[in-house]
T-cell receptor
C-alpha cells in the first residue's frame, strides 16, 4: 500500500530533550516536506526537500533540522525542543511533476512541557 | 503576510444542499491550486486541483472554479453528504517545483 508513515503518532517530552520524528514513504517520491498545524494558523511549512541531499527552509524553520540521506526518509529533528513547538506535525511527499498532489502521513502530535 | 486566505473558519450546510468553500490569494503568479480534505486524526488528502489556464475543473460531486482576475477560487460540493464533514484546506503554488502555501482551513459541517 502506498503510504507516508510517521512515527511516533504521539510524543510528550520535556524542554531541551532532543527528539526525532521519522517519516518514510514508499512511493519513490522526490519531494518531501514537513508541516505543522496549529489552531487558527493552518498548515505551515517547516522544511522541504526536492531530492536526496537537497533541503530548503519553509516558512517556520527555526528550531528544526532535517536530513535527506535517502530518498524514502525525511526525519524531522528538534535539537532542543521548547513549549512553542507543541503542535501537530505532518510529513508529506509527492513526485516533482506539475499535477502530482501531496500525500500526507497521519500526523505526530507533539507536546513539549 | 498571508498569501492564501480562507476567511470562513467554519461553514454549516444542510445535507443534500450545495456547499461552497471560498479561497482568496494575493500572488497573481500562482499557477496551480489544490484543495485538500482533512478528517480528525488523519493527514490531509488531496481532493481536486486546477491549473491557472483553466477556470473550472470537475470531479464527481466536486467542482473547483477559478477567477484569476479576482484572485479567487471556490470549491462546490453538490450534493453535500455527511461524509463531507471535514476541514478543507485551499493551497497554491508558483510552480510544481516550489513549496505549496496553504490557507488556514475551513471546517465544514453537514447537518442531517
Amino acid at each position: 500500500e502506498a503510504q507516508v508513515t510517521q512515527n511516533p503518532r504521539y510524543l510528550i517530552t520535556v524542554t531541551g530533550k532532543k527528539l526525532t520524528v521519522t517519516c518514510s514513504q514508499n512511493m519513490n517520491h522526490e519531494y518531501m516536506s514537513w508541516y505543522r498545524q496549529d489552531p487558527g494558523l493552518g498548515l505551515r511549512q517547516i522544511y522541504y526537500s526536492m531530492n536526496v541531499e537537497v533541503t530548503d527552509k519553509g516558512d517556520v524553520p527555526e528550531g528544526y533540522k532535517v536530513s535527506r540521506k535517502e530518498k524514502r526518509n525525511f526525519p524531522l529533528i528538534l535539537e532542543s525542543p521548547s513549549p512553542n513547538q507543541t503542535s501537530l506535525y505532518f510529513c508529506a511527499s509527492s513526485f516533482l511533476n506539475y499535477e502530482s498532489p501531496l500525500h500526507f502521513g497521519n500526523g505526530t502530535r507533539l507536546t513539549v512541557t | 503576510d498571508q498569501q492564501v486566505k480562507q476567511n470562513s473558519p467554519s461553514l454549516s450546510v444542510q445535507e443534500g444542499r450545495i456547499s461552497i468553500l471560498n479561497c482568496d490569494y494575493t500572488n497573481s503568479m500562482f499557477d496551480y491550486f489544490l484543495w485538500y480534505k482533512k478528517y480528525p486524526a488523519e493527514g490531509p488528502t488531496f481532493l481536486i486541483s486546477i491549473s491557472s489556464i483553466k477556470d473550472k475543473n470537475e470531479d464527481g460531486r466536486f467542482t473547483v472554479f477559478l477567477n484569476k482576475s479576482a484572485k479567487h477560487l471556490s470549491l462546490h460540493i453538490v450534493p453535500s453528504q455527511p461524509g463531507d464533514s471535514a476541514v478543507y484546506f485551499c493551497a497554491a503554488s508558483l510552480n510544481r517545483d516550489d513549496k505549496i502555501i496553504f490557507g488556514k482551513g475551513t471546517r465544514l459541517h453537514i447537518l442531517p
